[in-house]
């Protein structure tokens, strides 16, 4: 595949993949403690937060943009097989809200690599705790994601 290609299929799950973080994470402008205590701002970014801070509308578009790029540079330094855009936005969505590292040594990377695609896609609705709580947010999230992940 071509880089130009490469680029373009990207962009596409990027796309993809803002729609389903912003939804899910929703748009807080002011900083506050997420669900475990981590100072979260805008949808759902951690880095470099400190409580009583703000950022405009146009400064969490841009930091989303920014930061899911990175995440689905990430995503695609892992993953060895091919994905389709629906499967490549599901992933970024759920390194996004797990972290890079959680999502490396995850047994879903292994089945995915190992080209069990099926039982990768099964993995994510096991990712629903936060500090041994089940959260309602996270079933849904994953649910949605595990539906565009099983799309071939």
Known sequence: MSIKSRLIGSSVSIALATGLVANFEGLRQYAYLDPVGIPTICYGSTSRVHLGQYKSKEECQKLLET???????????????????????ALISFTYNVGIENFRRSTLLKKLNAGDTIGACNELPKWVYARGVKLPGLVKRREKERELCLIF
């Open 67 to 89: 930061e899911l790029k990175i995440y689905a540079d990430a995503v695609h330094k892992v993953v060895k097989v091919p994905m389709a855009h629906p499967r490549e936005a």
